[in-house]
């Protein structure tokens, strides 16, 4: 048990949100993107680390909910966090990566509530910019990860 001083010093400590999304690659390199209703740019799915929650949990239960694809967690693997600091909030982003199932291409279905599109993308798209993406989109098209500090205006 902790002592009193642990527990109000913990108190006293700033909470940071997590979330965490999945890089889903097709055979051919491309990977699935979405357009979250409520954001400008497009991202891989993923959202935020529920509690009791692990980030790798999260991502695959957020790429069920959000695109109805089904991934096996023994298979996805850690690519990077971001930490990931604004005006409003400091929050850690975990990104992992993923091979989108042979099917899964085919029978995306997105949850209507809060994806408006999906579209599946190649690495020079996102280096072209033919649309806006994400900080971690950009990451993944750059081959960066690991450890990833990002610094914005606003989320």
């Known amino acids: 048990m902790q002592d009193m001083y642990t527990l109000k010093l913990l108190e006293k400590m700033p909470k940071r949100l997590s979330s965490a999304a999945i890089i889903l690659e097709a055979a051919d390199g491309r990977a699935l993107f979405v357009k979250a209703n409520y954001k400008t740019y497009w991202t891989f ?3 935020v ?10 991502a695959v239960r957020e790429v069920r909910e959000e695109v109805n694809v089904g991934v096996d967690i023994a298979a996805v693997d850690f690519v990077a966090v971001a930490d990931r600091r604004s005006a409003v909030a ?7 990566q993923a091979k989108l199932p042979a099917d899964a291409e085919n029978t995306v279905r997105l949850q209507a509530s809060e994806i408006d599109e999906y579209d599946f993308v190649t690495k020079q798209q996102v ?3 033919d649309r806006e993406y994400s900080k ?3 990451h993944w098209a750059t081959g960066q990860a690991g450890y990833i500090e990002q610094a ?3 989320f």
Request: cysteine-free; glycine content about 14%; proline content about 10%.
């Open 45 to 47: 799915p993923g959202g």
């Open 49 to 58: 680390v529920d509690p009791g929650e692990t980030p790798k949990q999260a």
């Open 136 to 138: 971690a989109a950009l």
């Open 90 to 96: 400091s929050t850690y982003q975990f990104i992992f």
């Open 152 to 154: 914005f205006d606003e």
């Open 127 to 129: 280096l072209d910019g």
